[in-house]
């Protein structure tokens, strides 16, 4: 996935915005000795836009414990998509129907007898 590079303005933009805060939610200021990097609100994976209003900028802690996250969502659409495709590999053996009892005889007027 390529991500677009934008304008240095654009992301000095972003860090006046947030009022050089880390954006993740934890409210830690960012610092050039910590390091700071601007992280996808949405991930490019997740149908995310690579347009600056889906950007912020987080502490670098933050965003690799933000990025696990949208791993395993990414993960979790992936499956969902298989799923829906029909391509998902079937895991275990299929459910076993409960069938039914062969000495019974269902009439096509629904009624059950046992068989002679
Ligand atoms: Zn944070």
């Known amino acids: 996935?390529?991500?677009?590079?934008?304008?240095?303005?654009?992301?000095?933009?972003?860090?006046?915005?947030?009022a050089l805060l880390c954006?993740?939610?934890c409210h830690t200021k960012l610092s050039r000795q910590e390091g700071y990097q601007f992280d996808h609100i949405t991930a490019l994976a997740l149908?995310?836009?690579d347009r600056p209003d889906n950007l912020r900028a987080v502490r670098v802690p933050c965003h690799k414990r933000i990025s696990a996250l949208d791993i395993?969502?990414?993960?979790?659409?992936?499956?969902?998509?298989?799923?829906?495709?029909?391509?998902?590999?079937?895991?275990?053996?299929?459910?076993?129907?409960?069938?039914?009892?062969?000495?019974?005889?269902?009439?096509?007027d629904g009624t059950i007898e046992v068989r002679a």
């Not at 303005?9 to 006046?16: A, D, E, F, V």
């Not at 979790?76 to 298989?82: F, G, H, I, L, N």
């Open 47 to 49: 149908g995310g836009a």
């Open 1 to 18: 996935m390529t991500r677009r590079r934008f304008h240095r303005r654009i992301y000095l933009g972003i860090l006046r915005q947030q």
């Open 72 to 108: 395993s969502m990414i993960r979790k659409a992936d499956r969902q998509r298989k799923a829906y495709l029909g391509t998902k590999k079937q895991r275990g053996p299929k459910m076993q129907s409960r069938g039914f009892d062969k000495r019974l005889r269902r009439r096509m």
């Open 23 to 25: 954006a993740c939610g």
